[in-house]
């Protein structure tokens, strides 16, 4: 699996849009693109995928560099409850699809 | 009520005692997997399961073990229990081909 590389902190304004960013130079063409999220000491949630394409859920949309080298995850309307660690994961989505987290980025979101 | 439970969801054991930690869903899911987690560090693999007669090392199996008694349950022993094993301990579920895998809300494991 790719690895891939996140700034370990961030703050956003509440009501703003929070935008984190994820390298991962040397993904390949099957791995997708995952983001997480963990709020503190409970167990992670998972937010969005993707492939080559953005893509938009209720939670968050993401966008993914054509060269599929980098994306950023966004968060259109920040909230105080978003505040936690954000992982950004790539990999392959076959049998073998354990899920490596790395250490992520702590966004706090404030008043 | 909770898709994926585990229990204890806090414990305190002593140096050389052997300890289960109990990880329950109600997904229907074939694959199950145990985490761990360190102060500051991400999310690290101990073992996984694609079903119940397929268990697979993670990335730090060392002084862990794991059985499958059902497809709804997975569990961790911890057959001596030692200090560094002190940490916060997830158990998640995936359904086969899905892209997403669901956590259970930590057991919180101080060896002393």
């Known amino acids: 699996d790719a690895k891939t590389t996140q700034p370990p902190s961030m703050d956003c304004a509440e009501g703003r849009a929070a935008n984190l960013p994820c390298n991962h130079s040397?993904?390949?063409?099957?791995?997708?693109v995952y983001w997480y999220r963990q709020i503190h000491s409970q167990g992670p949630q998972y937010i969005i995928h993707?492939?080559?394409n953005n893509e938009t859920n209720e939670m968050a949309s993401l966008i993914i560099t054509e060269d599929r080298k980098s994306s950023t995850l966004i968060l259109p309307h920040a909230t105080l409850r978003d505040t936690a660690v954000y992982y950004c994961?790539?990999?392959?989505?076959?049998?073998?699809?354990?899920?490596?987290f790395g250490p992520g980025t702590s966004l706090s979101v404030i008043p | 009520d909770a898709d994926v439970t585990q229990t204890p969801r806090n414990r305190i054991t002593k140096t050389g005692k052997r300890i289960m930690l109990e990880c329950s869903q109600t997904?229907?899911?074939?694959?199950m997997y145990w985490y761990r987690q360190d102060p500051g560090l991400g999310l690290r693999l101990i073992y996984y399961s694609f079903d119940v007669k397929d268990i697979n090392k993670g990335e730090i199996s060392d002084g862990y073990s794991v059985s499958r008694q059902a497809q709804a349950k997975f569990s961790l022993s911890l057959e001596s229990a030692i200090p560094n094993q002190t940490a916060l301990y997830f158990c998640a579920t995936a359904g086969t081909g899905s892209h997403e895998q669901y956590f259970g809300p930590g057991t919180r494991l101080t060896v002393t």
């Open positions: 994961i790539v990999r392959v989505n076959s049998s073998y699809d354990k899920v490596i």
């Open positions: 040397t993904i390949s063409g099957n791995e997708y």
């Open positions: 993707g492939l080559k």
């Open positions: 997904k229907g899911h074939d694959r």
